[in-house]
């Protein structure tokens, strides 16, 4: 029997999803060590009440999570948005990324934001939001599949913590959790 170009597909795909593992690994050892030698230079800097957001790759867009006011995660008040990150300014912020079905890349060029995110792996970015606006959250290659031009996977506005407290209060009030979405 001879070996049939489906075979050949298959391998291809076993291979890809290999590398994908393995660049996956090499980049969070990366981080590791880059981190590790930051604090060993710096000394950790603790950061008093961080904004701790959840997202999620899912359909090639970002899906987030919020702590609703009372500030505990996965509580009947959080707050979720569909491709739009909002954020107040002058605000650290840990974003833990996930990924439900492909490998995506959380990429913020303006911003200089970029980590990965890949099903069953844990990661994520730290960071302190500097100036107010809209950013676009764009595909990165390694997804391996690209958007029209035009096209983002989401994107971050940076508002006043006014703002952002009013927005946080009436999303609280009627959105479905990502970790419980028939509520």
Not at 52 to 57: L, N, P, S, V
Not at 58 to 66: D, E, G, M, P, V
Not at 129 to 146: H, K, P, S
Not at 159 to 179: C, G, M, Q, V
Request: net charge neutral.
């Amino acid at each position: 029997m001879k070996d049939t170009g489906s075979k050949h597909i298959a391998k291809r795909i076993v291979l890809l999803a290999l590398l994908a593992c393995l660049c996956a690994t090499v980049l969070k050892i990366r981080r590791e060590q880059v981190s590790s030698k930051v604090s060993g230079e710096l000394g950790t800097r603790a950061v008093e009440n961080p904004l701790q957001i959840k997202a999620r790759g899912f359909k090639r867009a970002w899906q987030f999570s919020y702590a609703g006011l009372d500030g505990i995660p996965k509580n009947h008040d959080d707050a979720t948005s569909h491709a739009e990150l909002n954020l107040p300014v002058d605000t650290e912020v840990i974003l833990s990324l996930r990924s439900e079905d492909y490998i995506y890349v959380f990429s913020c060029p303006e911003l200089k934001l970029k980590e990965i995110a890949v099903p069953e792996l844990d990661f994520s970015i730290t960071f302190k939001t500097e100036r107010l606006g809209v950013f676009d959250l764009v595909m990165d290659a390694m997804c391996g599949f690209q958007l029209p031009p035009g096209q983002t996977m989401g994107t971050i506005n940076v508002t006043s913590k006014a703002h952002f407290e009013h927005w946080l209060k009436e999303r609280s009030e009627t959105s479905p959790s990502i970790d419980h979405p028939s509520r």
